[in-house]
């Protein structure tokens, strides 16, 4: 990942219905969730949700696909470490030991 990239995904974080969104597909897994159940878990008014849905997809940290007639959204979990590992690439002055394991998880 490069710097403008990562600024984009955290511009996208920096916003508490898209964190709490981002949060939400994180702990729903792989499967996601229709943009309805969204919504509702959320607690956020449909019509200004897709604009927050749209605006994480732009960023790559999350996806969408269409079933039938509803959208599933779900975590982008490749885009997520790609940020993590971005973010921690340069950690700890020549010690690596001490955010190894949080960089080992980032990079799974």
């Known amino acids: 990942m490069d710097q403008p990239t990562a600024i984009t995904a955290l511009a996208a974080l920096a916003q ?12 729903a897994g792989p499967q996601g969730m ?12 449909p019509s200004t949700l897709s604009h927050h849905l749209a605006m994480l997809e732009r960023a790559g940290l999350i996806t969408s ?17 790609a940020l993590l590992a971005f973010l921690m690439e340069d950690c700890c002055q020549g010690a690596p030991e001490i955010c190894a394991p949080a960089l080992a998880c980032a990079q799974a």
């Open 65 to 81: 696909a269409r079933d039938g007639r509803s959208l599933i959204y779900a975590a982008n979990y490749a885009g997520t470490r």
């Open 16 to 27: 508490e219905t898209r964190m709490t969104v981002f949060r939400l597909l994180i702990q």
């Open 34 to 45: 229709t943009a309805g159940d969204v919504a509702v878990a959320a607690k956020a008014v």
